[in-house]
């Protein structure tokens, strides 16, 4: 099955939570799966409807900024679709993790980063996102300083009823070779086991081009702010090098529309996008199993960044006479 076309509504990815019936473990211990509600939305009417209706309960994690707080707050949360929030990701499942104003990113590159820090007290007890200490570079009003923040999860494991398989390998868009790994998986009549990672990473007062060292991570290749309609490239990073023809998802926080891209040879993709605001990246990179037993692997990345209206021109000067 190839990929969802370009420009069509996509499903959501599978990520934290996963699904009602599915058993995720961490550290040798199993529990069930919290299921959570399918919020409801505005979409299409027709195929795209059933479609979504169709789509398991699965979720996105990444950041998003919140200066209405006292004091103003990163939120680190997951949800079905961007920029809704919905479930909280805990302090301690945070295994790699710092924020940096860029121009020291550029310089000294991730090590520059600073750990993150929870919000104590009521404030930082929200109900669908952990709540961090906005570092006081990306808090500074009324312009931020340009600041990157990532993160990187302790690894998770998932057991997935075989019925739910494929549309997990829907909403991740998965080649034609993992759909048929998973036949054969099922021929031979193992379960699907899965271990995933997901990384969050966050630009916040422009853009970064540095990476901050995720295993599956986006990167927008410019130093400083991403204007509306205004081509800008973003590469696609496994282990620091790029991961080409693999697709990723865009969403704006205004539209329930995605936009799939595929990336290039050189794991990139290039793009005017066509709404301002804010912007989530999604990309799932998902390994079928090695041998008899093991587990499938993956890891989800996101990167939220923002639009910003075109650089302003006055009139053009007259001409003389």
């Known amino acids: 099955m190839t990929p969802p076309p370009i420009d069509l509504p996509s499903p959501v990815t599978a990520a934290c939570l996963a699904w009602p019936a599915a058993r995720c473990c961490r550290r040798g211990r199993t529990r069930q799966a919290r299921a959570t509600r399918s919020w409801p939305r505005p979409f299409f009417l027709g195929a795209a409807l059933s479609l979504l209706s169709a789509v398991a309960l699965a979720h996105d994690t990444w950041f998003q900024v919140e200066p209405q707080t006292r004091p103003p707050a ?3 949360g997951t949800g079905e679709r961007f920029p809704v929030q919905q479930s909280r990701v805990e302090f301690e499942h945070l295994r790699l993790h710092g924020c940096a104003r860029q121009a ?4 000294r590159g991730a090590v520059a980063g600073r750990a993150l820090t929870a919000i104590a007290g009521p404030a930082g007890r929200q109900p669908q996102a952990l709540a961090l200490r906005l570092p006081a570079s990306a808090a500074r009003e009324p312009v931020p300083e340009p600041t990157s923040c990532w993160a990187s999860l302790v690894p998770f494991d998932l057991e ?4 739910r398989v494929a549309a997990y390998l829907d909403e991740i868009a998965a080649p034609d070779a993992l759909r048929q790994a998973w036949a054969r998986e099922q021929a031979a009549g ?3 086991r899965e271990r995933f ?3 969050a990473r966050a630009e916040i007062g422009g853009a970064s081009s540095t990476p901050a060292g995720l295993a ?9 702010p991403v204007r509306l309609r205004e081509s800008v490239e973003i590469a ?7 991961l080409a023809d693999h697709p990723v998802e865009l969403v704006n926080e205004r539209s329930a529309v995605g936009l799939w891209r595929r990336t290039d040879g050189r794991g990139r993709i ?5 709404l301002g605001g804010r912007w989530l990246l999604r990309s799932t990179l998902l390994r079928s199993p090695m041998a008899p037993n093991e587990r499938w692997q993956s890891d989800f990345t996101t990167l939220t960044f923002s639009v910003e209206p075109p650089v302003a021109t006055g009139p053009a000067p007259a001409a003389p006479r």
């Open 74 to 76: 990163l939120w680190l």
């Open 104 to 107: 020291e990113l550029a310089t």
């Open 160 to 163: 997935l009823e075989p019925a």
């Open 190 to 192: 193992r379960p699907w």
């Open 197 to 199: 990672v997901k990384h």
């Open 216 to 224: 599956l991570e986006a990167v927008v290749l410019r130093d400083g």
């Open 236 to 242: 696609l990073l496994h282990q620091g090098q790029p």
């Open 270 to 274: 290039a793009l005017a996008l066509p």
